[in-house]
């Protein structure tokens, strides 16, 4: 007996076939396959998807502080929630990779080249990865510091933008960091984006092509959370809530952010994304929302 194809024998039967046909599906999958997750993600537990309560890395916290007062901060919300960490070590023994600080600027803080120093000696095998708003990073003070990676939060391509989301006239200080450290070709730089759409989505190709033009090496694009504390402020500064919570969205931007830099996003979210077939892709919507910002390791006095 012939056997027949199920568009064959549709066709028999008087059915035109359809194939469910998306292209902007297709091009999603075919870009989540191809990129990766940033440097910094390497070693978190975040990227293993049968650990069913995965930790941050391991960080030192300098100071909850911050000269920046950013519409989407979950620092200054635990700050405000008196949930924000003590300085000090978060993390165990023999750690993979420290991150120099989670919360608060930790340049604002005169211990950190003397905390630089002691993480290296006690912690030799130990990847170090410093995360700051780059406002206060100088010549003079780069030659003092010893990092594996930086990342400098950016999330706006011009002064007045830049000083509307972080509340803070540091634009030229910013981009000045990002000149330092991307010249720098002992480090892996990174310039850490936030994705708020409504009120940056355009600046983010900018931002790609400008922190590339100062030798950064990859984009840290990260979806974006809304703290409850900060939907005021982010409502008034224009956010499309509907369209933070899109994948499909925030993996647009950073197609587009690709033809700039090497772009990468958040590896606990890729590993989930590259899960996903094309049609799930499209469709998918992220929950968004986060009530308090919590370190879940312990504190170890070192
Ligand atoms: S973005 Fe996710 S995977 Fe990357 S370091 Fe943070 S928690 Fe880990």
């Keep these: 007996m012939k056997k027949y194809s199920w568009e064959e024998f549709a066709r028999l039967m008087g059915v035109e076939p359809q194939v469910l046909e998306n292209k902007e599906a297709r091009l999603l999958k075919k870009f989540v396959d191809e990129i990766t997750w940033p440097t910094h993600c390497n070693y978190c537990q975040g990227l293993d998807l049968s650990n069913p309560n995965p930790v941050h890395h391991p960080s030192y916290e300098l100071t909850p502080a911050c000269n920046h007062d950013c519409i989407f901060c979950y620092s200054n919300v635990a700050v405000k929630l008196g949930k924000a960490p003590k300085p000090g070590y978060y993390g165990?023994?023999?750690?993979k990779a420290i991150t120099v600080s989670q919360y608060g600027e930790p340049l604002l803080s005169p211990r950190i080249v003397e905390v630089?120093?002691?993480l290296r000696e006690r912690f030799p095998e130990a990847r170090l990865d410093l995360q700051?708003?780059?406002s206060l990073l100088t010549r003079e003070l780069w030659e003092k510091l010893d990092f594996d990676i930086v990342m400098i939060s950016l999330d706006a391509a011009t002064r007045e933008k830049h000083k509307m989301i972080t509340n803070a006239d540091t634009f030229d200080a910013v981009v000045n960091a990002l000149r330092i450290v991307g010249e720098d070709k002992s480090v892996v730089s990174a310039v850490r984006t936030i994705f708020?759409?409504?009120?940056?989505?355009?600046?983010?190709?900018k931002i790609a092509e400008l922190a590339a033009s100062l030798g950064i090496d990859e984009m840290f694009l990260q979806p974006l959370t809304i703290h409850e504390l900060n939907?005021?402020?982010?409502?008034k500064a224009g956010l499309d809530f509907e369209r933070a919570e899109s994948v499909r969205e925030f993996l647009k931007v950073a197609m587009e952010a690709k033809k700039y830099i090497d772009v990468r996003i958040s590896g606990c979210l890729l590993v989930q994304l590259k899960q996903m077939d094309p049609l799930t892709l499209f469709s998918v919507r992220r929950v968004a929302r986060e009530v308090a910002p919590l370190v879940k390791r312990s504190k170890l006095e070192l």
């Design 92 to 95: 165990w023994d023999n750690p």
């Design 116 to 118: 630089n120093k002691m």
């Design 132 to 134: 700051t708003n780059g």
């Design 196 to 205: 708020m759409p409504g009120i940056n989505d355009e600046d983010i190709p």
């Design 231 to 235: 939907v005021e402020r982010l409502r």
